[in-house]
């Protein structure tokens, strides 16, 4: 009758040992201290290790980060908690998101070190609640190896050709209510075609074909013929910097990108850091953006997350001077019309486009 | 701990803990949230209104797909000795805990034109959705009813057969109702998974159609519509909460003492035309589980179109800093998180599982539909919670690792509870009597009678937390969290930068993840064999 002993043994010891390498597996560092800056941001933030070390050399904080989804809801959160933040500075809004983030009060003003070197048209806020600290543009991406072989049609070069009957059922873009870039190029056709304009537009680019996706890694990764793995569409809303990342990360076999820009698509974005109100070490998250904003940092900013550097002076590496130059005049729309006029747009949008 | 206070301490655990972790993070979001006018505007939007019940009708038809799915080969596993047992049943758990952005990505190489299913034409839309939803949740009808029905004493069927009754009518009236209980604990999980369904809505449905889960989280996270959010987090509870107490209380109905058996005495080698059934459930279950995912693998050793190893170098390598960390942290983060979850998991749930089965009646149907309630709650609401209610001290967990794994716990225990229940429940009363008849106290007779019996069930549940914390489900993606990337996050990174290294490394990231699930999965089964060989 004795044998449920061992079994019990057994689960408990198994128990025991697995509750035991987990905590030693996890239980790392969570003491906050003054000496910590928490910098809460999206999912595709990154930098060199290098270059968050120095931060910590230079001014004494290391810099723990609390990464939170994508960009919209890495600001929900912090806007959820803004009177007990859970972190002392946020990266990562950027221009179509701003109001939302200026208008509930969750920065405090700051005039970083070095802004007087950033070009006025990144400097959004009058009030310097915000830093600038990097900008991108979404553009059309197209297939270079689809277009122009095969019998297919030359690549399309204005926003005006994606609704052409030659590019039917070609172009894959993404939801604005749920992505960034999708937004982004909603922005575009708006800033392109004026308010009166864009509707008849996406009539259409829908009449056209056009296929939506969720996010952007279903549309670049799967469905974009020139990087998806079940791609069948050759035209795909992205980055500007694309190309050069095509090259990056092809494992040395591409020596020229094989993913273009249609010229005349692309939205410019530019992405804030802030100190948060109620933060609890003002003077980390102070030295964090400060650092934000010198050249080793910006210079780190292009390989790490795709996007250029807001100082002119920052040095970009070859493969961007070559392959990804930024567009000369992306479309653009005020952060303030952005903000009133945002919800309105992207239900007009879903009910022009979805239903 | 006998009698009253242990019943009672028995009962504190885990309503503590739910309490702590689920009802007062999900009360103070809504509590905060909600208002009179966006309750009123919800129950009056057309839109909205199309929304719960396209949630309502897929959830339904889902589930009723995975059992007609999951039923046979629950059978299969259960009754036959086959060789690779063992290994089929560790294999069926692995789609359980992959990302829905891999598996989606998987079905679409399968549909894409040109692929291997694209005769479908089902490249977008709520087909391929409901087909993704089966595949994911199939495990849990194979597992929790196949490893209950492994118990069943064969020789009422053969009793009925002996006389007369006929393989069907034997099946109708013997053995369905001795399963029904477990069928339904599984159906309801099911249901509750595929009724909060997210990934799969956004990623196979065509965008017109959304799920509440959806929806709350457009309007929570995208739109920052708090109150419309929390009305729709209450209607989406309302929903779920009704059904749970329908179902609790038609399991504890149908609850039937009887006498279990070892698995190994109710399982036998399949004879004659018996074989063809075994391996045509086999088969078929193989070839749709499998597809997808050899689809991955295969994905993961093509780099840019060509066959390669780079992806598995570069993991490997110190050059990749997409992570910040190396791919082997992100493998020992998630078996960290996913050992201590389960632990907490098995106390909790098991502490509750004992409760509820002793004691029938409204207090304990009502403990049951709590537990069971997280499994039901959107996510954000769940993940915003936390934010807000746990940000003083002594439960100041906002941005502290620990709450992953807690959070994963709350998600993992309805797994136990579903599991152990139905077990504890079926044990004779007569077995109990006649131990404490031969002098056995209280505590002895649940360590020599109850325990054991348990005890499989314990690792199925067991099992399952491992997987429901691997696969990082609920609201563990939505609590902000320091830099400590599990396998489905460092997937998730990967997907989110352009270039063919980084879609190779996710798909190696995501291979690497089936193995170690089977691996897990394959280990505890061992454990379970060795220890409840001769029950």
Request: proline fraction near 6%.
């Given at each position: 009758?004795?044998?449920s002993?061992p ?29 910590t ?16 070390a ?23 959160e ?6 007990h ?5 946020l ?5 179509t ?18 802004i ?27 297939d ?8 297919h ?12 009957p030659?590019?039917?059922k070609l ?14 190029f909603?922005l ?7 308010e ?10 829908r ?11 279903q ?15 050759p ?6 910097t ?6 990056v ?5 591409k020596?020229?990108?094989t ?13 804030f850091?802030g ?10 998250a ?5 650092f934000?904003l ?13 996007v250029?550097?807001v ?13 990804a ?7 653009a ?5 952005i903000g ?6 992207i239900?007009?949008w879903?009910?022009?486009?979805l239903q | 701990?006998?009698?009253r206070?242990g ?10 803990f ?10 103070a ?24 019940w396209f949630t309502?009708w ?31 049943r560790?294999?069926?758990t ?13 079905f679409?190489v ?9 005769f ?12 993704a939803?089966?595949f994911?949740?199939?495990a849990?009808v ?22 007369g ?16 209980p ?7 999980i099911?249901f ?5 369904a997210f ?20 309007q ?6 708090l109150p ?11 929903g ?7 179902m609790?209380?038609?399991q504890?109905?149908?609850?039937v ?13 399949p004879r004659g ?18 597809g997808?995912?050899?689809v ?16 598995y170098?570069?993991?490997g ?5 997409t ?6 942290d992100?493998?020992?983060n998630?078996?960290g ?21 002793s004691?029938?009646?409204?207090a304990t149907?009502?403990m049951d539909t ?19 209610a746990?940000?003083?001290w ?10 992953v ?15 152990v229940?139905p ?19 209280p505590?002895r ?7 054991p019996?348990?005890?499989?069930a ?12 691997l ?8 609590v902000?969290?320091?830099?400590s ?13 352009p270039g ?10 995501s ?5 170690v699930?089977?691996?897990v ?15």
């Amino acid at each position: 009758m004795n044998r449920s002993r061992p079994v019990l043994a057994a689960v408990f010891v198994l128990g025991a040992a697995l509750a035991g390498g987990a905590c030693s597996g996890s239980g790392s560092g969570s003491k906050a201290s003054s000496k910590t800056v928490v910098l809460m941001t999206h999912d595709s933030f990154k930098a060199s290790p290098a270059v968050l070390a120095q931060f910590t050399r230079e001014t004494g904080y290391k810099v723990k980060l609390l990464k939170s989804g994508d960009a919209g809801k890495a600001l929900s959160e912090a806007l959820l908690v803004k009177d007990h933040p859970v972190a002392d500075a946020l990266f990562g809004v950027d221009n179509t998101f701003l109001g939302r983030a200026l208008d509930n009060g969750l920065f405090s003003e700051y005039a970083a070190k070095g802004i007087e070197n950033v070009p006025a048209r990144f400097r959004l806020d009058p009030k310097q609640r915000v830093t600038p600290i990097d900008h991108g543009d979404v553009c059309v991406n197209d297939d270079l190896a689809w277009f122009g072989h095969d019998g297919h049609p030359p690549a399309p070069e204005s926003l005006s050709d994606l609704a052409e009957p030659a590019y039917r059922k070609l172009l894959v873009v993404e939801n604005p209510a749920s992505s960034s870039p999708g937004l982004a190029f909603v922005l575009a056709t708006i800033a392109a075609f004026g308010e009166n304009g864009w509707h008849d537009y996406w009539q259409q680019l829908r009449k056209n074909g056009v296929r939506v996706d969720d996010g952007w890694e279903q549309a670049y990764e799967s469905d974009f013929t020139a990087a998806g793995v079940s791609g069948d569409r050759p035209l795909v809303v992205s980055y500007a910097t694309d190309p050069a990342a095509d090259v990056v990360f092809s494992e040395g076999k591409k020596k020229v990108p094989t993913v273009g820009v249609v010229p005349g698509t692309c939205f410019g974005q530019i992405e804030f850091a802030g100190v948060l109100e109620h933060a609890k070490n003002p003077a980390g998250a102070r030295a964090l953006i400060d650092f934000m904003l010198t050249r080793r940092f910006q210079q780190d900013v292009p390989l790490q997350m795709y996007v250029y550097p807001v100082l002119p002076k920052a040095l970009l590496p070859p493969v961007f001077t070559k392959y990804a130059v930024p567009p000369a005049r992306p479309l653009a729309l005020s952060a303030r019309v952005i903000g009133s006029h945002r919800t309105d747009w992207i239900d007009e949008w879903t009910r022009i486009v979805l239903q | 701990m006998s009698g009253r206070a242990g019943r009672v301490l028995r009962a504190a655990i885990p309503l503590g803990f739910l309490g702590v972790f689920f009802v007062w993070p999900v009360a103070a979001i809504i509590g905060r949230s909600l208002t009179a006018g966006a309750l009123h505007d919800v129950f009056v939007d057309r839109g909205l209104r199309h929304v719960a019940w396209f949630t309502l009708w897929q959830a339904v038809a889902a589930t009723g797909l995975t059992l007609a799915v999951g039923l046979p080969a629950a059978y299969v596993v259960a009754r036959y000795e086959f060789p690779g047992r063992r290994l089929f049943r560790a294999f069926v758990t692995v789609p359980f805990v992959l990302p829905t952005v891999v598996v989606a990505t998987a079905f679409l190489v399968l549909f894409r034109p040109g692929g291997a299913l694209s005769f479908l034409g089902w490249q977008r839309g709520v087909a391929p959705m409901m087909v993704a939803e089966v595949f994911f949740n199939v495990a849990v009808v194979v597992r929790m009813v196949g490893g209950f029905w492994s118990n069943l004493d064969p020789h009422r069927t053969d009793a009925a057969r002996v006389l007369g009754a006929s393989r069907g009518r034997a099946f109708r009236e013997v053995t369905l109702p001795l399963l029904g209980p477990a069928i339904m604990a599984a159906a309801s999980i099911v249901f509750l998974f595929t009724f909060t369904a997210f990934g799969v809505v956004l990623l196979l449905a065509d965008p017109a159609h959304a799920t509440l889960e959806v929806e709350i989280y457009r309007q929570g996270v995208q739109l920052f519509d708090l109150p419309v959010a929390a009305a729709l987090a209450l209607v989406q509870m309302v929903g779920v909460v009704a059904l749970l107490a329908t179902m609790a209380r038609m399991q504890e109905r149908r609850a039937v003492t009887q006498r279990l058996v070892a698995a190994r005495d109710a399982a036998r080698r399949p004879r004659g035309g018996e074989r063809w059934v075994v391996a045509g459930v086999l088969g078929a279950t193989t070839l749709f589980l499998g597809g997808p995912l050899v689809v991955l693998a295969g994905e993961s050793v093509r780099v840019g179109g060509s066959w390669s190893l780079a992806a598995y170098r570069a993991l490997g390598s110190a050059s990749t800093d997409t992570l910040f960390v190396p791919a082997s942290d992100a493998l020992v983060n998630s078996l960290g998180f996913a050992a201590l979850a389960a632990c907490i998991a098995v106390v909790v749930g098991g502490l509750a599982s004992v409760v509820i089965a002793s004691r029938p009646g409204r207090a304990t149907r009502a403990m049951d539909t709590l537990l069971m309630l997280p499994l039901g709650t959107s996510a954000v609401t769940v993940g915003f919670g936390f934010l807000v209610a746990l940000d003083r001290w002594p439960l100041d967990l906002r941005a502290k690792t620990i709450l992953v794994p807690i959070a994963q716990s709350v998600v993992a225990i309805p797994f136990v509870v579903r599991a152990v229940v139905p077990a504890i429940r079926s044990i004779d009363p007569r077995l109990r009597d006649a131990a404490a008849l031969l002098g056995a106290p209280p505590r002895r007779v649940w360590r020599e009678v109850d325990l054991p019996i348990a005890l499989r069930a314990f690792t199925v549940g067991f099992g399952f937390a491992i997987a429901v914390s691997l696969g990082e489900f609920g609201a563990t993606l939505f609590v902000a969290r320091p830099d400590s990337p599990t396998i489905p996050i460092a997937i998730s990174r990967f997907l989110a930068r352009p270039g063919a290294l980084n879609v190779g490394q996710a798909m190696a990231m995501s291979t690497i993840l089936m193995v170690v699930t089977g691996a897990v999965v394959l280990a505890i089964e061992q454990v379970r064999v060795r220890q409840l060989g001769e029950l």
